[in-house]
């Protein structure tokens, strides 16, 4: 017989305290690829939008691959092995992209871009499932608390490369700092006992984990939301510096800093607001903000517009991952670790194949309206911004499109779940 998870035995102040690290190291990690990338693209390919897609993209596919695995075989890595794993991940993957230098420059870059993504895919396989099961009883709280802790890091990585580029600092050297929260982690990990998963301590096996799948062919559903609400919020995320700076008149990092430090906050407020609307309405109101964001973000040409525009967008998308997260474990329990690693594996295949599309989208535009890069380049800024903004409304307003999906699913599901209430009560 399993024995009983009981949640007081672990130092859960401690736990939490790692668990809020290696997200922030996480988020560092995001902030810092996106804000570098246009640098990176300068020394690679000057101008090329589709390797600055497919760069970011290969983090993506490493987190996506770790954490499937990750998540399938959790219980016997261990969770506390898993965040050491993180750290380790992040460590060489920075330290191979700040070496990528010469002729094999893009093969290193795109490997440390990939480790990058590999240390993020631990993190998520372990940080979610590790909150779940010593907070059982306030799953969407603590899941929206600890997930607060993505934006500070993202904060801290986009104020790096805004320092770097005041100071005329590189960008291996902004990158570098990724390193330091990673040691940090190392050094909680270190004699810090950790629990089974909440999945293992319940006494469901591995195989009965897997059965719930065909059980519960709703959790399909949800698995498919999950690629449409991280795509609302990722991919704009990651490319707000590259496309957006010369439309607002300021580098797009500084609405990354604003959205971020807005998520920070809101996210410590999830839990009120959940047991007073419930998951699902959050959701959809969620959804709703989210589409119409990414509509006016490319429209802004001003940063008192871009900062409206964005206001709007993050308070969309500020509760989606952390609260999809939450909703499926409260619903699927005995679905365990498998589950909720499943749903970041659709947020990471999401992002994988949208941001190249994005840098295939805006480049397509540029292509249409200007001819070659080297053309665009060359004509007064004046006479850039017009094709610019045409490039990234495209993109975005198709990714709009995409994610209004959800208004309608959302919405089914509760108007499907309200009427089942209504039955039951009768």
Same mark, same amino acid.
């Not at 988020?27 to 390797?51: C, K, M, N, Q, W």
């Not at 600055?52 to 016997?76: C, E, K």
């Not at 998308?317 to 909703?327: D, G, H, I, R, Y």
């Given at each position: ?45 000057? /101008? ?51 070496? /990528? ?120 559903? @949800? ?15 990651? @490319? ?8 607002? /008149? ?85 679905? /365990? ?90």
């Amino acid at each position: 017989m399993p024995e009983p998870l009981s949640p007081e035995r672990y130092p859960r102040r401690k736990i939490f305290v790692l668990s809020s690290l290696a997200l922030f190291t996480a988020g560092t990690s995001f902030a810092l690829r996106g804000a570098i990338i246009a640098d990176v693209v300068s020394e690679l390919s000057p /101008g090329s939008a589709t390797l600055a897609g497919s760069l970011l993209g290969t983090a993506f596919l490493g987190f996506g691959t770790t954490l499937l695995l990750a998540s399938v075989f959790l219980d016997a890595i261990g969770m506390g092995r898993a965040l050491l794993a993180c750290a380790l991940c992040f460590a060489t993957g920075t330290g191979l992209a700040v070496s /990528g230098e010469g002729e094999g420059a893009t093969g290193l870059i795109r490997a440390g871009f990939l480790f990058s993504g590999l240390g993020w895919g631990f993190m998520e396989a372990a940080v979610n499932p590790l909150t779940a099961a010593l907070h059982p009883e306030d799953k969407t709280n603590r899941l929206n608390i600890v997930h607060a802790w993505w934006p500070a890091g993202i904060i801290l990585g986009t104020l790096v490369a805004l320092a770097g580029a005041a100071l005329d600092v590189g960008w291996r050297a902004q990158f570098a700092v990724v390193l330091l929260p990673a040691a940090g982690c190392v050094a909680l990990y270190l004699g810090t006992p950790f629990p089974r998963t909440e999945r293992a301590a319940l006494g469901v096996s591995m195989r009965e984990m897997f059965a719930e799948i065909p059980r519960n062919p709703m959790f399909g559903v @949800w698995w498919l939301c999950m690629l449409l609400t991280a795509a609302a919020e990722l991919a704009p995320n990651q @490319w707000f510096d590259f496309a957006l700076t010369k439309s607002l /008149g300021i580098r797009g990092a500084w609405i990354v800093i604003y959205v971020s430090a807005m998520m920070f906050v809101f996210r410590h407020f999830a839990g009120p607001i959940a047991h007073r609307i419930s998951n699902l309405a959050m959701l959809w109101g969620s959804a709703v903000l989210a589409v119409i964001g990414l509509w006016i973000l490319p429209l802004a040409n001003s940063p008192a517009t871009g900062l409206f525009a964005a206001t709007v967008w993050g308070i969309g998308v500020c509760f989606l991952w952390p609260t999809m997260l939450a909703n499926v474990s409260e619903r699927y329990p005995k679905g /365990g670790e498998l589950f909720i690693g499943l749903m970041g594996v659709a947020g990471a295949l999401s992002i994988q194949y949208v941001l190249p599309a994005l840098g295939s989208i805006t480049d397509a535009v540029k292509r249409e309206l200007a001819g070659s890069p080297e053309t665009l380049a060359a004509l007064p800024a004046a006479a850039q911004a017009p094709i610019l903004q045409a490039a990234n409304e495209r993109a975005f307003h198709t990714l709009a499109g995409f994610v209004a999906i959800l208004i309608a699913v959302f919405g089914a599901i509760a108007a499907f779940e309200r009427r089942r209430g209504v039955r039951a009560g009768r």
